[in-house]
């Protein structure tokens, strides 16, 4: 039988393979993160007729080549072009990434780990980043609890929206500071209730307040007193009276030394006001009677010195043993050595709870707070005596270095923020998750509604010496071999070697179809023509068996 026949039957099955490899790159041509392959021949084998034989000098003879007859072709190797990047494809969903550089994203079915181009991926009913097509779980880095770092270790699945990420917990506010200026010109600062800051804070449980701070001048150049005025709910309801054991910075008497004369239309003495006709006595200004309410009866006492609170008429203090008037009052009756004759009070100043502020009259910056020129700052501790059924509530340390006294056209722009001027402190309430991102080195953060962002995890990736030497698994999927080089189990990082991730694209395939047409055509005319071989072989024969008749 002729070798011809058998070679031109070894080129018909080549070129089968050659068009199978075309056909498969053609069909996935739109398969995402697909590598185009290609096929290599060798020369079958070679049947020796006559070997090679060298000169002879004896006898004068040249050397002969050997005579070989060649029995067709093989498949040498199949190439993947594992290493030439595919274009790209914007999707704009988030969770879709592609891969810049050589590495591949590490995924597992639960019991064996594959390497994938493919970055489309979503996040399964409990939180798994996984892939679209199969559900593989991709894997990564976890966040170590003790640090909130990284922690690069052996890879395990991307948990991305578990129950414990989905929102972040509250924080009670620790810090304040207060900024601006605030002028003495400024009618505020010398009103009754003074120039008020309001200052937002949290507790513990989220829950948002406002304490309202009171700034006054004193009566001294560059001093000013602060105090607690209110404290709001996020409601705006007071609920000062609900903190009994409130303090805020220290107890300070402020002096103001003057005489308060009883109002027209009031008469008083050391037991007791009086107002249209009515006498209500010190001793009961704090129970309910028939004559009226206990808020009621203080009022009518602060109205007939002036006030228009009973608390700020309480604050004022005065006589030998300096008590304040609410002290007095407490006990029925007012010191003999404060009330004169006609009831007017001699009165030194004013006690609060809070702190003195005191400005340098030269540079008009702070100097000093309740007389410390090394600390400038006051503390707002609510105790442990809160009915509120939230909190607890965290002592919030306000500091007033920022502020200054200098002449802002009577209106003072000074205010109070909560945090430092870094925003360390302030406090947040209880924030849900309101998005995700991935970043291009493979991490992954989640986002608050309150502000704050959480690390995830990382995406790791693997590397191989020789990534062409992977195995194929079908899905888009390559596995490890011995050419390619084993995966430690660990990973790397992504810009370790120069790549990067994008976000919102996809790696398309890398097939070139004017590159497989021209392939084609040459495959389908080396087809023909080992068929032609095969029919004209046949055709010799034929003529052989026609020589018997």
């Known amino acids: 039988m002729m070798r011809s026949l058998y070679s031109g039957v070894a080129g018909l099955k080549t070129h089968q393979i050659k068009m199978d490899v075309i056909g498969n790159n053609i069909a996935n041509v739109n398969t995402v993160g697909y590598k185009s392959q290609s096929i290599n021949f060798a020369e079958l084998m070679y049947q020796t007729s006559q070997s090679a034989s060298g000169p002879n000098t004896t006898t004068g003879t040249a050397g002969t080549n050997a005579k070989q007859i060649g029995l067709g072709v093989k498949s040498a190797a199949i190439s993947t072009a594992i290493t030439q990047p595919g274009s790209s494809q914007t999707t704009g969903n988030p969770f879709d990434l592609q891969l810049k550089g050589d590495a591949f994203f590490v995924v597992s079915d639960g019991s064996n780990r594959y390497f994938t181009r493919d970055g489309s991926f979503n996040v399964d009913a409990v939180g798994n980043l996984a892939m679209s097509s199969n559900g593989y779980n991709v894997m990564g880095w976890q966040v170590d609890e003790t640090t909130g770092k ?79 005025a209110d404290i709001l709910d996020s409601n705006g309801k007071s609920v000062l009276s609900q903190f009994p054991d409130l303090k805020f910075g220290s107890t300070v008497n402020v002096p103001n030394p003057q005489t308060l004369n009883v109002a027209q239309g009031y008469t008083a003495n050391a037991t007791s006001v009086t107002y249209e006709g009515v006498t209500y006595q010190y001793a009961d200004l704090f129970t309910d009677d028939a004559q009226a309410t206990a808020a009621q009866k203080q009022k009518i006492v602060a109205n007939a010195y002036g ?68 600390n400038f700052t006051l503390d707002l501790d609510f105790g442990a005596g809160v009915s509120i059924p939230n909190g607890p509530f965290a002592t919030i340390n306000i500091d007033f270095s920022s502020s200054s006294n ?39 953060y989640a986002h608050y509604d309150n502000g704050q962002t959480k690390l995830l995890g990382q995406i790791a990736v693997a590397e191989f010496p020789n990534a062409a030497g992977l195995e194929k698994q079908g899905d888009n999927l390559y596995a490890a071999t011995l050419n390619s080089g084993e995966f430690d189990g660990i990973g790397v990082d992504v810009t370790s070697s120069g790549g990067y991730i994008s976000t919102g694209v996809l790696e398309m395939s890398n097939v070139d179809l004017s590159s497989e047409f021209t392939e084609m055509i040459t495959t389908q005319r080396g087809f023909q023509a080992n068929s032609r071989i095969i029919t004209v072989s046949d055709t010799l024969l034929e003529e052989l068996v026609n020589l018997k008749r």
């Open 406 to 444: 200098y002449d802002a056209k009577g209106s003072s722009t000074i205010g109070a923020d909560p945090g430092d001027k870094n925003g360390a402190g302030a406090g947040r309430r209880v924030g849900k998750m309101s998005g995700v991102s991935i970043e291009g080195n493979g991490m992954i």
């Open 307 to 374: 006030f228009s609170t009973y608390e700020e008429f309480s604050k004022l203090y005065g006589g030998a043993d300096g008590k304040t008037m609410g002290d007095m009052l407490a006990e029925g009756t007012i010191a003999a050595d404060v009330i004169g004759a006609n009831g007017e009070l001699s009165v030194n100043g004013k006690k609060i709870q809070g702190g003195i502020v005191k400005y340098n009259d030269s540079t008009k910056l702070i100097e000093s707070v309740n007389g410390l020129t090394n």
């Open 150 to 228: 990284i922690k690069k270790d052996t890879v395990s699945p991307l948990k991305v929206l578990s129950a414990e990420n989905m929102t972040y917990p509250p924080e009670a506010t620790t810090r304040a500071y207060v900024s601006g200026i605030i002028d003495k010109n400024d009618p505020d600062v010398t009103s009754e209730s003074g120039k008020i800051m309001n200052l937002g804070f949290f507790d513990n449980a989220g829950y948002a307040y406002t304490a309202k701070l009171s700034m006054k001048a004193t009566g001294v150049n560059g001093e000013y007193s602060v105090e607690v």
